[in-house]
């Protein structure tokens, strides 16, 4: 069983910055591809970054603002999120493909508010 397991998430100002992480429960360099998507309320779920055997791909919209890592050390995938902005609020989910199957975490609330 792969679990995947997202912290980090919290309440911040605009312009702050936040670090997501991701723990899996298997080697990060096992999976083919992982990467951070969100989900505002009312909205469809959407890709932030990812990382696809080795290369990394952003929202056009984040660019510049967000970085996603990977850390063997610690086996998490990690989100650094900066100049966080309202419209940024939403959940963040990890999510992973390894030998054919995509994985999925519970996901971590993030509120940008005043």
């Known amino acids: 069983q792969v679990q995947l397991v997202e912290s980090g998430g919290g309440l911040v100002q605009p312009g702050g910055s936040l670090r997501l992480s991701c723990a899996a429960s298997?080697?990060?360099?096992?999976?083919?591809?992982m990467g951070w998507y969100r989900q505002a309320p009312g909205k469809q779920r959407e890709l932030v970054a990812a990382?696809?055997?080795?290369?990394?791909n952003y929202a056009d919209s984040l660019k510049g603002r967000f970085t996603i890592s990977r850390d063997g050390a610690k086996n998490t995938l990690n989100l650094q999120m900066n100049s966080l902005k309202f419209e940024d609020t939403a959940v963040y989910y990890c999510?992973?493909?390894?030998?054919?199957?995509?994985?999925w975490g519970q996901g971590t609330q993030v509120t940008v508010s005043s």
């Open positions: 298997r080697s990060i360099v096992s999976f083919n591809a």
């Open positions: 990382i696809t055997e080795g290369t990394t």
């Open positions: 999510r992973g493909l390894r030998l054919g199957y995509e994985y």
